[in-house]
Each structure stands twice: as C-alpha cells, then as structure tokens.
C-alpha cells in the first residue's frame, strides 16, 4: 500500500512458514503469545478518554471525557492513517474565555511543576489558589468545577467565575495601587508609566511620519510643477517659431515691395555685370 510498511505483522505468518517447513528446529520464545493474541489489524488507535484514567473519579465525568467529533463523509485514502483529534470540553471553555479576555494571554504565566501533579493538589472550590497566580486557566478550572459538582449550567458558571474573577482583579488593583501611592509619599520615584513611554513613543512615530509626508508632499509638487512646465514651454517655442517665420516671410515680401522691382516673363533686369545675353 504504497508508503505503508505492513511487514511487521506478518511477522507469525512468516514463523509459521519456517516451521513447517522446517528451516527453524524451535519456536520463538514469542510464537504461542502472539499466535494466541495477534496484533491488531488497525493502525490508528482509537482516542482514549480521561475519565477512565483518574483514580479519584468515583462517578463518571462526562464533561471532561473526550468529544467524538461529528460523522461526516469518509476520509481521502491519504488521510486514513492520521490520528484521530482530540478535543475536551475545556478546549471550548479556553476558547470562550480567552476571546472575551484577550489581554490575559499578555500576562506571564509560569509552567513550571515540582513533580507534575500540581494540579491535583488544587481545590476549585475557591478561584484563588495558594502558591498559584491567578490567570484564566483559574476560571476555566472553577467553572468546570462549578459545572460538574454544582449542577449548574455552562453561562450560569462563566458568569459565576468571572464575578469572582473581576472582584480578585479589582482588589489586586487596589492593592498596587495604594502601595504606589505610599512609595511616592515617602519619596520614592517609579519614573514613567507604561501610558507615558506608549505616548512618547507614538508622539516620535507621528513627528516622523509627518517629516516624510512633507516631503513627499514637496516632491509630488516638483513632478507636478515640471510636468506642466515642460509642456507650456513646448508650446510657448512652436508658437513662438511660427511667428518668426511668418515676421521673416512679411519682411522679404515687404523689402521686395519696397525696392521697386519687377518681374516680367523675361525675369528681372540685371542691375550692373556683364550682360550674358546682349
């Protein structure tokens, strides 16, 4: 099947074969096992749910067990052996969350865990943890909480955790900003707020984008000005060549006028010379 490697479960057809035909005098150490229990004949293993792995959990927690994803049309020939994707119900409270509070991605987090069970030390039934700052995981983490030990709705719980959410922000608002407030009292200097550098900062990016568009503004003027000019000087010499050329003409006709000469079928009478035709 193409790309497809297959020959590892053939492995016991292949053993079977030496036997009877007797090229090896013993059976493997793995033939009665594997005769007995054969592999399996799928490749993509089937997704496993949480619920079945927490030996907490007395009842089952459908909430958290992992969503089957939708029937739709069969999958391409290329696309068969993908694993399957997971998806959890936290996914979607993540995806709720964070694209209502997109700001709190911005904040640092800390990942690192002691031994990996950090977690499960956790009590949520209060948001604020001990020894754990306060993020949105926290209010993913209490409304699940809330969901599933509480009986209540997922939009009853959102609100519920974001309540006690925003009133820990407010105090922790208070909080610094009564401790700035007793810092610069005793005399102490923080220098500029993050609001003032972000003003300075966008008052020099104004400054200079204004520079570059004056003299944008100056140079379109200039292209401007010489395309118009050249064209004005173009006519202003044609015309002007015209004129001379039509002043000349009238000043030989004039001069010819003038000097009294006539034509006649002959041509005109030399005046002085040698006559070539006497």
């Known amino acids: 099947m193409g790309r497809y490697e297959f020959r590892a479960q053939r492995v016991l057809q292949g053993a079977t074969r030496l036997l009877e035909a007797k090229r090896i005098p013993v059976s493997p150490p793995w033939y009665d096992v594997v005769s007995s229990i054969p592999p399996s004949e799928r490749i993509v293993r089937p997704a496993l749910h949480r619920g079945h792995l927490s030996a907490r959990q007395t009842t089952p927690r459908t909430h958290t067990q992992a969503v089957p994803p939708p029937r739709s049309r069969p999958k391409k020939a290329s696309r068969v052996f993908q694993p399957v994707q997971i998806k959890y119900e936290e ?166 006028k003038g000097s009294g000469l006539k034509g006649s079928r002959r041509g005109q009478v030399a005046l002085g010379g040698a006559a070539v035709h006497p």
Request: contains cysteine; aromatic residues 10%.
């Open 91 to 256: 996914d979607y409270l993540r995806k709720e969350f964070f694209s209502d509070h997109p700001w709190e991605l911005a904040r640092p987090r800390v990942i690192l865990e002691d031994d990996g069970r950090d977690a499960q030390r956790c009590d949520w039934s209060r948001l604020q943890q001990p020894g754990r700052a306060l993020d949105g995981e926290s209010v993913i983490q209490r409304q699940l909480y809330l969901i599933t030990h509480s009986g209540m709705s997922k939009a009853a719980a959102y609100d519920q955790a974001r309540k006690e959410f925003y009133a820990i922000r407010h105090d922790q608002d208070i909080e610094r900003r009564v401790s700035r407030e007793e810092a610069l009292a005793t005399g102490a200097y923080f220098g500029l707020s993050n609001l003032e550098v972000g003003m300075l900062l966008e008052d020099r990016q104004y400054e200079n984008w204004k520079a570059w568009a004056v003299k944008e503004i100056a140079a379109q003027e200039q292209l401007k000005g010489a395309a118009y000019s050249g064209t004005e000087n173009e006519d202003a010499s044609s015309s002007a060549v015209s004129d001379t050329g039509l002043l000349g003409e009238n000043i030989e006709l004039g001069d010819l």
